[in-house]
């Protein structure tokens, strides 16, 4: 079975493609830029390598009848999205766009696509179901809820799997909440928290990888899954973990809290859980941990 995969040279994407070659899938790795897919994957006879940007006309070139597609290409930050929302709105909508026509045109057989917690409403209940308020306020949240109800759009003449991401941490993602803390702690630099009493549902890579090939082959296609832990944890004492896991006696330096950071941010995770048959096996110590491995 063939999967392509858009964004694979992007940090989901990377440890994507390698759980899927590893279970014995074909990928089509499709990126605008390749040198994390070239350095690991271009002797590998299973794996594709598609030096492409995803607004391409030729895209469909590259899909063929009865693919899976796994969407995670996107304009991935709140910081950059806001300072160009053009661009935000090229990738993560009319980028999607493309993606669901060529995905028709060719016949794929699903279309998987990367979301995120951001669409939802900042007053929606907790813990957020996939039935809460989807009304963002934020650029990046906005496009990417442009692109769910365009890919709802197109739901009958192609099954999809939406899957909103909680705060994603892992190796080789060196930004944003553990990230950022672990690179300043190995740099001997005191990490910055921003507030630090707003709580999100913090979910390692390598759940979100199951959740992905889950999303793949699941019968319970048409719907949103919510891919997070189900429990919710501050930002300061994800900078304990980190110290306490990288045997750091340095203190974090408290700075005031960001606009875009939800208060309170935490998954039900029981749809998921009960239709994919997800279960989260890494808690944070244990993925912080792994990471330092």
Not at 91 to 115: M, Q
Not at 210 to 220: D, K, V
Not at 250 to 267: C, N, S
Request: charged share 25%; net charge neutral; with cysteine.
């Amino acid at each position: 079975m063939r999967v392509v995969v858009t964004g694979a040279n992007g940090f989901v994407g990377l440890h994507t493609v390698r759980e899927l070659l590893n279970v014995g899938y074909d990928a089509v790795a499709i990126d605008i830029s390749d040198s994390k897919l070239q350095a690991e994957f271009h002797r590998n006879k299973h794996c594709t390598i598609v030096t492409m940007n995803i607004l391409d006309d030729n895209l469909e070139h590259y899909i063929e009848q009865g693919d899976k597609i796994l969407h995670l290409a996107a304009v991935p930050r709140f910081e950059e999205a806001s300072q160009n929302p053009q661009k935000a709105v090229r990738i993560n909508v009319e980028g999607t766009l493309n993606v669901i026509h060529a995905c028709i045109e060719k016949k794929a057989e699903r279309l998987v696509y990367s979301s995120t917690g951001s669409v939802y409403s900042r007053n929606a209940p907790v813990p957020i179901r996939e039935d809460a308020p989807r009304e963002p306020d934020s650029v990046y949240g906005t496009t990417k809820k442009q692109a769910e109800d365009w890919i709802f759009f197109y739901g009958n003449a192609l099954p999809y799997v939406i899957l909103r991401y909680g705060y994603l941490y892992g190796k080789s993602k060196d930004w944003g909440a553990v990230g950022a803390f672990l690179k300043c702690l190995r740099e001997e630099k005191r990490p910055v928290v921003y507030g630090g009493k707003q709580t999100n549902d913090f979910v390692y890579i390598k759940d979100v990888v199951q959740a992905n090939l889950l999303a793949l082959e699941t019968e319970h296609t048409r719907q949103a899954y919510n891919v997070g832990t189900g429990r919710a944890t501050s930002i300061k004492d994800v900078c304990e973990v980190c110290i306490k896991a990288i045997g750091s006696d340095l203190l974090m330096e408290i700075k005031p809290a960001r606009t875009f950071d939800y208060p309170v941010f935490v998954y039900d995770i029981s749809k998921a859980q009960t239709l994919l048959g997800y279960n989260p096996k890494w808690n944070l110590l244990t993925g912080i941990e792994d990471m330092l491995k």
